[in-house]
């Protein structure tokens, strides 16, 4: 079952491509002609967004087969085929681009995760998302994510108490914000705080928070950091961290490694539909 938010996204795509008609395929093919394609790998990748493709064909023509060879989450090789179609030409063709939109993009976010998931194996950190995320597809992008072998972080801001820098420069320190924030947020929610010098870190503890977020720190710093904090606290690392150097701050011994390029940067992959 998908979400009455992802249900409004598929609507919109399909109005946006389809919504005057598909002329090209209208002008070629009789209404009744049909023919089957494979949904082919193009490039090395990890699947995600196959229900959401199924959706969008079922959607332009409910008599559309759509038959996943793999499930969401799968490693696949160049060449490999992740799904076939069958169905009315003119709905195959019609609801190619939209299905393979969400298919790619969705399979470029958990590509992406899986990478930086395989980069840190064996370190004990945990590679986790962020809200740097395509407005409308939150939703998607997370589950994408979770695909990729990652995990995810607040959904909304609803979803736990995190105070970063604005907060604590509007309230005139950590210990302040932390106190105010367990004072008045729900007992059930833990209490991250972000801190961008080691001597913040105390004053963070002292205060209650559950989860420390260091924020911008090198490796060596996250080290140090780790040290102090021991068992009192959670401990994350953010801010600038790439394929390249995730390793690193995974080494550091950090609990939590939060990226916002595996739902802001990541790359399209390579997916075709071959009749």
């Known amino acids: 079952m ?34 089957s394609g494979q949904i082919v790998a193009k490039e090395p990748l990890t699947v995600a967004g196959l229900a959401i493709a199924a959706e969008v064909f079922k959607r332009v023509d409910e008599a559309t087969r759509f038959a996943a060879r793999v499930d969401d989450g799968q490693r696949m090789g160049k060449g490999e085929i992740v799904a076939v179609v069958e169905g009315r030409t003119r709905a195959l063709l019609s609801a190619e681009r939209t299905a393979l939109n969400f298919l790619q993009r969705l399979s470029g976010v958990a590509t992406l995760t899986r990478r930086f998931v395989d980069a840190v194996a064996g370190t004990g950190a945990r590679i986790v998302d962020t809200r740097k995320t395509t407005p409308g597809w939150r939703a998607l992008d997370k589950e994408a994510v979770r695909a990729g072998g990652g995990a995810n972080h607040r959904v909304d801001l609803a979803a736990g108490v995190l105070i970063k820098d604005n907060h604590v420069a509007a309230c005139g320190g950590v210990k302040a914000a932390v106190e105010r924030a367990r004072a008045h947020a729900p007992h059930s929610l833990r209490v991250e705080v972000e801190v961008t010098e080691l001597l913040q870190i105390d004053e963070a503890l002292a205060a209650g928070a559950d989860i420390i977020l260091l924020d911008n720190f090198d490796p060596a710093q996250v080290k140090r950091a780790v040290e102090q904090i021991g068992d009192r606290a959670i401990v994350e690392v953010s801010g600038g961290i790439t394929l390249e150097t995730v390793r690193a701050f995974a080494e550091a011994g950090p609990d939590l490694i939060s990226v916002g390029a595996l739902t802001h940067s990541a790359r399209a992959v390579d997916l075709s539909l071959e009749m």
């Open 2 to 35: 998908l979400s009455p938010a992802v249900e409004t996204l598929i609507a919109l795509a399909l109005e946006e491509d389809l919504g005057r008609g598909d002329v090209t395929s209208e002008a070629i093919f009789d209404a009744q002609a049909k023919v």
